[in-house]
């Protein structure tokens, strides 16, 4: 993992949809990395530590009849150290 950057790292154990979601304040902007019908896999993505204070990183998952809730948001994302690998 290059100099200045954290790593965001997805699995889901079974095969429903889980996402870690940026958003701007309340507004969601992206999709940062997601896991579906893929148990065991480890995804990744990396973000500038810059970024980490600019958004809102959020966990999110697929509820009843498939729809995409958003479910927690990711506290403490100023205090991840760079070049370090954080897993959800």
Request: hydrophobic share 40%; proline share 6%.
């Amino acid at each position: 993992m290059p100099a200045g950057y954290v790593r965001f790292g997805l699995v889901e154990p079974n095969t429903w949809w889980k996402s870690v979601t940026v958003f701007s304040g309340d507004k969601f902007d992206y999709e940062l990395v997601a896991v579906q019908d893929c148990p065991g896999v480890i995804k990744y993505a990396d973000v500038p530590i810059p970024n980490l204070a600019i958004y809102n990183y959020v966990l999110s998952k697929a509820k009843s009849l498939g729809t995409h809730q958003d479910m927690y948001r990711i506290a403490n994302v100023t205090d991840m150290e760079e070049q370090c690998a954080y897993l959800f």
